[in-house]
């Protein structure tokens, strides 16, 4: 074949720089915040670091253990187990591959405001700035007309990842995530340490810990940790698998895991400090109370901080500049994470080389991303990040804990993970995947789907209906193409 699938990292930093860069995303930024608030504030620690003890850590191991051993694409893996499993890693990949095409959207807001924010060019009325140049609303009437602001970032940020992946392993993720993952970590540290030093830091950081103890007898809070967990370190969606495939025979495998995971979980709960410390800021010299700031997801990042920024003057043009940087490095690390496992998967299946299978996924992509460019491009993303994330993705974690656990089995892994690390997995780690991790994301998929059922209009449903024909047809005839050679 004339791909690279047997390209190995040339180094361990350029694997943990990817990885991280794979895990360090937009949720880091906006979501963990707002989800620690909304959950029981500092008791939520708690059911956070159970979560990941229970789930982050243990299905890591997996994901690495099964990419380093097999050192093959996510559906030829499902292929060689038994053949008729392929179609359920082209699945996966393809609703990877549909978080990509989302969430390029949403680097293309960010384009928007990365441009805007040296002048503060959004103006007194940033809320009235988003809907009508960059993410539109929920009014379906609005479908049929272009955000031209959205459009010229869309495909800024798309050629951006067509010409990063596309290019050898080290040369292109590993190089890149090597400069970028360094300079968001600079750049949030001055951010947050700056933020610290505002009037008013104090109040936003007490109401983010202020805990609520009572919380802990809730299940939905225990629910919220684990989905916080899944979200923020992309678990499930072979992106860990594909990258530990590339990994040299003497790397460590649990020591990369707790880095990977302790360097993701550290820099939201780093990264919230500064948040609220800022929300406390804008509280104290606004007069507005601090819980009428706080909104999840593209109202704290494309609405409330511009409007912060604002009234810091002079200090507003030079943080916000770093913030959407900040927001843009996130998110192409993230995402050429989310593009890895189809892109190696179809180098893997037609022998494609890497750069004719990186134009081909790219172009596809963009095609897909211009849907959500419309009127109710905000509106649209929304939908479909939720259908993603809670019900596909969520679901094929479970089934691989089966396929894996008890299927293919998983007890030959434990030597294989365990060599070379300096902690040692065993008996337990088995049971948490076999038994444990089915159970609790059963549990918060059921959850899930009994709100969809309760709270989706009619256009959500269509999308989601949408979406799940298209996946299953595209699955179907990809697996049935041709043979693994």
């Given at each position: ?18 990885m991280i860069g794979a895990a ?142 596309k290019k050898e392993l080290n ?20 951010i947050v340490i700056f933020s ?290």
């Amino acid at each position: 074949m004339n791909h690279d699938n047997k390209s190995e990292w040339n180094s361990s930093l350029a694997f943990l720089m990817s990885m991280i860069g794979a895990a360090v995303g937009l949720g880091n930024i906006w979501r963990f915040s707002y989800v620690l608030y909304s959950n029981g504030g500092g008791s939520f620690f708690i059911p956070y670091f159970v979560a990941i003890g229970l789930l982050g850590i243990p299905f890591l191991i997996l994901e690495y253990g099964l990419g380093f051993k097999f050192k093959t694409s996510f559906s030829n893996l499902l292929h060689k187990i038994r053949p008729r499993f392929e179609v359920i890693g082209w699945i996966l990949g393809l609703l990877a591959f549909g978080v990509v095409t989302y969430y390029m959207v949403i680097l293309a807001w960010d384009i928007v405001y990365l441009g805007a924010s040296p002048f503060l060019a959004w103006g007194a009325d940033p809320a009235g700035f988003f809907l009508n140049y960059v993410g539109g609303d929920s009014t379906i009437s609005d479908w049929s007309h272009l955000i031209l602001p959205t459009v010229a970032g869309l495909v800024i940020v798309w050629v951006m990842i067509w010409f990063i992946s596309k290019k050898e392993l080290n040369s292109g993720i590993g190089k890149v995530s090597k400069v970028l993952i360094p300079l968001l970590f600079v750049i949030m540290a001055a951010i947050v340490i700056f933020s610290l030093t505002l009037p008013g830091h104090n109040l936003g950081i007490e109401t983010l810990l202020t805990p609520d103890w009572s919380v802990l007898f809730d299940v939905n809070i225990w629910l919220a940790a684990f989905s916080q967990i899944i979200f923020s370190l992309s678990l499930g969606m072979a992106i860990a698998l594909t990258y530990a495939s590339y990994l040299p025979e003497d790397s460590k495998l649990i020591n990369n895991v707790l880095i990977v995971v302790s360097s993701n979980s550290g820099f939201e709960i780093f990264t919230a400090f500064g948040v609220f410390s800022i929300l406390g800021f804008m509280s104290v010299t606004s007069g507005v109370p601090i819980e009428s700031l706080i909104r999840q997801g593209t109202g704290l990042v494309f609405i409330v901080f511009p409007t912060i920024f604002n009234t810091m003057g002079i200090a507003g043009k030079i943080l916000g500049p770093l913030f959407f940087l900040a927001i843009l490095f996130a998110g192409i690390t993230s995402a050429l994470g989310f593009l890895e496992p189809l892109l190696n998967s179809v180098c893997d299946k037609f022998g494609f080389t890497r750069k004719k299978s990186a134009s081909i996924l790219c172009g596809v992509g963009f095609v897909i991303s211009m849907f959500f460019t419309c009127g109710i491009s905000s509106y649209l993303v929304e939908i479909v990040d939720g259908f993603l994330n809670q019900f596909g993705i969520l679901f094929l974690i479970a089934l691989q804990c089966i396929i894996f656990g008890w299927i293919l089995g998983i007890d030959d892994l434990i030597e294989v993970v365990n060599k070379d690390s300096v902690m040692h997995v065993g008996k337990l780690w088995v049971a948490i995947i076999k038994y444990i991790l089915p159970c609790v994301i059963f549990i918060v998929w059921t959850f899930g789907i009994i709100d969809l059922i309760k709270t989706g209009g009619f256009l959500e449903l269509a999308v989601d209906v949408v979406i799940t024909l298209s996946i299953l047809i595209a699955s179907v005839m990809l697996t049935k193409f041709e043979d693994y050679k």
